[in-house]
Nanobody
Framework: QERLVASGGGLVQSGGSLRLSCVAS????????IGWLRQAPGKEREGVVC????????WYGDSVKGRFANSRDHSKNSVYLQMNSLTTEDTAIYYC??????????????WGQGGQVTVSS
């Protein structure tokens, strides 16, 4: 059974940093583009990043570009999202999932357990 489980969220003050981890099981992560999306209360789900299977290229949403960085460790079948200069607008549950370029933007497959990120002002 394929699973993606995110962890590592928490509470941080505005301007701070957090790192999320995502571990894949049941499939080899290096075969797929993997990304992150987030869901904030009362807001639409938003794609954050989609990172190519080779790790050579990544798309970042405009709201996080220059502040967030995704990395991959295929030896651990994991990806990591480093989040810097956090603002209250980044407060959300973050999920990792397979991703791909769709007609109207990046799309995401099934996601599992997410990580809660809360940024206080």
């Amino acid at each position: 059974q394929e699973r993606l489980v995110a962890s590592g969220g928490g509470l941080v003050q505005s301007g701070g940093s957090l790192r999320l981890s995502c571990v894949a099981s049941g499939f080899r992560l290096d075969y797929y583009a993997i990304g992150w999306l987030r869901q904030a209360p009362g807001k639409e789900r938003e794609g954050v990043v989609c990172h190519s299977s080779s790790g050579a290229g990544a798309w970042y949403g405009d709201s996080v570009k220059g502040r967030f960085a995704n990395s991959r460790d295929h030896s651990k079948n994991s990806v990591y999202l480093q989040m810097n200069s956090l603002t209250t607008e980044d407060t959300a549950i973050y999920y990792c999932a397979k991703c791909w370029a769709g007609v109207a933007g990046y799309e995401y497959g099934e996601w599992g357990q997410g990580g809660q990120v809360t940024v206080s002002s």
